[in-house]
T-cell receptor
């Protein structure tokens, strides 16, 4: 398996534009996590899904952020409209459903909003 | 609310030394604890996973311990090498499915 795959790896966009980040889970994994990483705040959990269902989105900063899992292997995180303070590295991670298993992370998308 | 703290935030040691990175968490009700490594500009690589019922896990020169009752874990690196330079992150899985991270320790091994 190629691991968790995120695209794009880098994104530079202008303030006010819509940004869509993509994540492909490892085959057979049931849980999907989206994180945001900044120097000031470290890794913050934005939202996580179990079996395609959003379980906890309390970390989503505001209504400009939305996440979906249209199928068991794919997820998107959308920011609309984007703002400079959204600049960060966004990671997704997946994990099998069984209780004590490792989470595996993608390489991240570095987002810069100018 | 579960909080994870890693001390120190940064550490520089000469090559060849043994070192210990610390992680503490506020709620001892966890399923497991995972140590990750992150190289600059890269993703997270899982190093070790300790189940709540375990006391330690070893992989090569790395040894992670867990004292759940006191809310502490340590990552021991033996005979450090310049290639060990990276940020080391500790993460706990509390009673739900979340994974809560500390802010990491930036380790620099001096050649």
């Amino acid at each position: 398996d190629a691991g968790v795959i995120q695209s794009p790896r880098h994104e530079v966009t202008e303030m006010g534009q819509e940004v869509t980040l993509r994540c492909k889970l490892i085959s057979g994994h049931n849980s999907l996590f989206w994180y945001r990483q900044t120097m000031m705040r470290g890794l913050e959990l934005l939202i996580y899904f179990n079996n395609n269902v959003p379980i906890d989105d309390s970390g989503m900063p505001e209504d400009r952020f939305s996440a979906k899992m249209p199928n068991a292997s794919f997820s998107t995180l959308k920011i609309q409209p984007s703002e400079p303070r959204d600049s960060a590295v966004y990671f997704c991670a997946s994990r099998p459903e069984t209780m004590n298993t490792e989470a595996f992370f993608g390489q991240g998308t570095r987002l810069t909003v100018v | 609310k579960q909080e994870v703290t890693q001390i120190p935030a940064a550490l520089s040691v000469p090559e060849g030394e043994n070192l210990v990175l610390n992680c503490s968490f506020t709620d001892s009700a966890i399923y497991n604890l995972q140590w990750f490594r992150q190289d600059p500009g890269k993703g997270l690589t899982s190093l070790l996973l300790i189940q709540s019922s375990q006391r330690e896990q070893t992989s090569g020169r790395l040894n992670a311990s867990l004292d759940k009752s006191s809310g502490r874990s340590t990552l021991y690196i033996a005979a450090s090498q310049p290639g060990d330079s990276a940020t080391y992150l500790c993460a706990v899985r509390p009673g739900d499915d979340k994974i809560i991270f500390g802010k990491g320790t930036r380790l620099h091994i001096l050649p």
